[in-house]
C-alpha cells in the first residue's frame, strides 16, 4: 500500500523539511530536494509506521472486544430470582 498525501499535507511537509534544515543543519534544502526527501521516507519509512499504527489499533480493539461480554452481559433466567427475592424480603 502506497502512502501519499494529499497537496496540501504534502506542501506543509515539505516545508516543515525546509525549516528543519534551515534551523538544524548547516545547509539549506531546497522545495525539489525536500520533496525528494519526503517521497524517499514516504517509501521507505513510511509502511513501518503505519504498519505499527495498525498493530496498536489491533490490540486496542482487541482489548475493547474482549472486554464486551462484560459491559454488555445479561444475567440469564432472572425472573424466578427476582420473584423469590421479593418473596423473601416481605417475611
Request: hydrophobic share 40%.
Amino acid at each position: 500500500m502506497t502512502i501519499e498525501l494529499d497537496k496540501d499535507a504534502r506542501q506543509e511537509a515539505i516545508a516543515s523539511v525546509e525549516r528543519y534544515f534551515r534551523e538544524n543543519m548547516e545547509e539549506r534544502i531546497g522545495n525539489v530536494a525536500a520533496g525528494g526527501l519526503l517521497k524517499f521516507f514516504l517509501e521507505e519509512v513510511g509502511p513501518l509506521i503505519h504498519n505499527r499504527a495498525v498493530a496498536d489499533v489491533q490490540k486496542r480493539m482487541q482489548a475493547r472486544v474482549s472486554e464486551l461480554d462484560i459491559e454488555v452481559h445479561e444475567d440469564e433466567f432472572p425472573y424466578w430470582r427476582k420473584l423469590d427475592r421479593k418473596q423473601h424480603d416481605r417475611k
